[in-house]
């Protein structure tokens, strides 16, 4: 299918936008608001798939998609409906449900960030920050890929933040023996 729709604006997976800056994928077509977007894309025309479901061996180019994949076999579905509690593996699929169904438009400003959900993709707990994720996947799943994965230098930084939480909570367990 052509980019361009009857109007003459390029279409996009999040609707369209008429600005004069569009990155346009050479190989199909397909525009972006940003570049970086773009160089995402751009991973799903290569025949080298470097990310392979543990589930299935399905392989992906990019661990957006692969993490989005393993949900469907996790079930986990951390973006929750607030109007019907239908709930979904992706934000967008989200944002299109309360648009389609409930007629409720997400307003972002131009360029705002969307808040990050911090997700443990062991059991489907959201924390609002890393900080709040990792002492959850610590305290939880201590034998978690996710803690293997997560930098010494993160870790280190995450570990004294949370060394007064922890020592609390080491004292409140103290307590109850």
């Known amino acids: 299918s052509h980019p361009l729709d009857r109007k003459g604006s390029v279409k996009f997976t ?32 290569s025949q080298v798939k470097r990310h392979l479901c543990t589930f299935c061996g399905k392989g992906f180019n990019d661990t957006f998609d692969l993490k989005r994949h393993v949900r469907t076999h996790t079930g986990i579905r951390p973006y929750k409906c607030e109007v019907c509690n239908k709930a979904f593996t992706q934000r967008c699929s989200l944002e299109s449900h309360l648009k389609k169904i409930h007629g409720v438009q997400q307003q972002y400003a131009y360029k705002q960030r969307r808040d990050k959900l911090y997700v443990c993709e062991d059991c489907g707990y959201t924390g609002p920050t890393q900080e709040d994720l990792y002492l959850h996947v610590s305290n939880v799943h201590p034998g978690s890929a996710f803690l293997k994965k997560t930098s010494k230098k993160l870790a280190a930084v995450l570990q004294n933040k949370l060394s007064p939480v922890l020592q609390r909570n080491s004292k409140d367990d103290d307590k109850d023996e």
Do not use: P, S, Y
Not at 22 to 42: A, P, S, T
């Open 14 to 45: 999040t609707g369209t936008c008429n600005d004069a800056t569009v990155h346009n994928c050479e190989l199909c077509g397909k525009g972006f608001r940003l570049q970086r977007m773009l160089n995402r894309h751009i991973k799903c025309h």
